[in-house]
């Protein structure tokens, strides 16, 4: 039988399949499969193609593990909240991906880190593929960093842009974007495909490697999170982080989502203002709403995001329904999460939700993943069905568990700090656990069970019973 010179490879993640088919086996996207060229997928890339005898290797010098390290291992940009999600600085030799959607601000926030470095006098070169240089200069004049000594090109062939960059000093920080706009003479298939995007990215992540330059690979992110592409991208880089936010609001938050040389669970605040993005040192401000003290339904969460204290304005509506199944939406936060705090409030505190519909809501657009924040959703949701407000003065934490008890969670005590910081006087969260300080001067209510948040709010205050136990 003839040897097919094509196949079909799936563009979410990167399977492949002799026929075309419908729905992908491996990740159930549906209409995922492109017919590419077999030459230029699984098993080949600017590294060699299939079919060909293997060339005999040569021999690889191996080395101590301990021994001289060339340069200094980071690169750091100055822009404090870009070099807390790095974890310090940008890694010589890495590559890093950042994915966001379009408009985000991505672009910006490169040029700005890019003018920065130039500024400090690292070799930067800054390939744009989607925009021309024109557009790229406009935007670096109206951002006051025209000056800064950064090599331009508008440039999206991956062979003259790896030959312009061997050619000349070595750069030290080198941006591409974005990914998907490259294209590879080995490769044939259209530019964003996911072979011309993994070959792309695999010369450029050995670039990296090779010259010691740190490598940023600019991204698109589709409807539902994931990077544009294959997945594989994301695991051959050394780290990813994703520029988010809410493209109504100002503020944007650049979180790392992978990193092999720091923290993931660092996020890093901007603003984008007329004059670029301008780091917010201290977000609390941000994510708390305009607060109106008197409205039930709004909790406030004394959240962390890595190693940083956040308080969050955490909104339920709870309405009553006209539908025979009601509406449950969340934005901000997991739903499968919010469900199974309606099913302990339903199953434990006899609060029913039946017949309602629920919308929750994360204030300025700031995505919760911490399960710290169960006892504020909950607080959220009673205080909407009662009609009770909340108070102005008190933040809530804590880890709801399906049999209604409600747990401790880690930094207890840097949030109590926060949350008094910024004007909290009482904090409704879990029984302090065992090597905790209780230093913090804020009153700190404990709540043991989910159902006596449930009394508490109901009671409109603290209950006498809890009163009396607390200070007993
Ligand atoms: P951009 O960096 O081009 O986004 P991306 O590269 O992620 O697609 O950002 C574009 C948006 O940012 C655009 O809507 C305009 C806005 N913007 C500002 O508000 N202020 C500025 O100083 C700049 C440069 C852009
Ligand atoms: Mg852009």
């Known amino acids: 039988m003839a040897k097919r010179s094509t196949t079909f490879v799936c563009q979410t993640c990167g399977a492949t399949s002799p026929r075309w088919v419908g729905k992908c086996e491996s990740c159930g996207e549906w209409n995922s499969f492109v017919e590419e060229v077999a030459g230029g997928s699984i098993g080949t890339s600017v590294f060699g193609q299939k079919g060909r005898p293997m060339r005999k290797g040569r021999v690889v010098p191996l080395v101590a593990l301990s021994g001289e390290i060339e340069q200094a291992p980071r690169l750091a940009s100055g822009i404090a909240e870009l070099d807390r ?141 994931s990077i544009a592409g294959p997945r594989v991208v994301e695991h051959m880089v050394d780290a990813v982080l994703y520029f988010e936010g809410d493209g109504a609001r100002h503020f944007r938050v650049l979180r790392s989502v992978k990193n092999r040389f720091g923290p993931t669970d660092e996020i890093g605040v901007f603003e984008m203002t007329g004059l670029g993005l301008k780091e917010v040192p201290n977000p609390s401000a941000l994510f708390m709403g305009e607060r109106d003290a008197s409205a039930a339904g709004a909790a406030v969460f004394a959240g962390m995001e890595g190693t940083r204290p956040m308080l969050v304005e955490i909104q339920a509506l709870v309405a009553p329904t006209s539908l025979g199944t009601p509406r449950r939406a969340v934005v901000g936060w997991d739903g499968n999460r919010l469900s199974m705090i309606l099913a302990v409030l339903e199953a434990h505190c006899g609060v029913r939700f039946g017949q309602h519909d629920v919308y929750l809501a994360v204030a300025g657009g700031l995505r919760i993943q911490e399960p710290a924040a169960d006892l504020a959703v909950a607080a959220a949701l009673v205080s909407s069905l009662a009609g009770v407000p909340l108070g102005h003065d008190c933040v809530y934490f804590g880890e709801v568990s399906l049999s209604g008890a409600v747990r401790p969670v880690a930094h207890a005590a840097s949030r109590l700090k926060e949350a008094e910081k910024l004007g909290f006087v009482r904090a409704v969260a879990p029984k302090a656990g065992a090597g905790e300080s209780a230093g913090a001067a804020i009153k700190r209510a404990q709540v043991a069970q989910l159902v006596d948040l449930v009394t508490r709010i109901a009671a409109g205050g603290v209950p006498e019973r809890e009163r009396r136990a607390a200070h007993g």
């Open 85 to 225: 999600v790095t974890g310090g600085g940008f890694v010589r030799g890495s590559a890093l991906l950042v994915g966001g959607d379009p408009g985000i601000g991505k672009s910006t926030l490169l040029i700005q880190a890019a003018a920065t470095l130039a500024q400090k006098g690292a070799r930067v070169v800054y390939i744009s593929g989607e925009e021309a240089v024109a557009q790229v200069r406009l935007r670096a004049e109206r951002l006051g960093l025209a000056s800064a000594p950064v090599s331009l090109a508008a440039e999206t062939s991956v062979e003259d842009i790896l030959t312009t960059l061997q050619d000349g000093p070595a750069p030290d920080f080198v941006v591409i974007d974005s990914i998907q706009t490259l294209w590879s003479e080995l490769v044939e298939a259209g530019p964003g495909t996911v072979a011309q995007v993994r070959t792309a990215a695999q010369a450029m992540v050995r670039y990296a490697k090779e010259s010691g330059a740190t490598v940023v690979l600019v991204g698109h992110v589709t409807k539902d999170g």
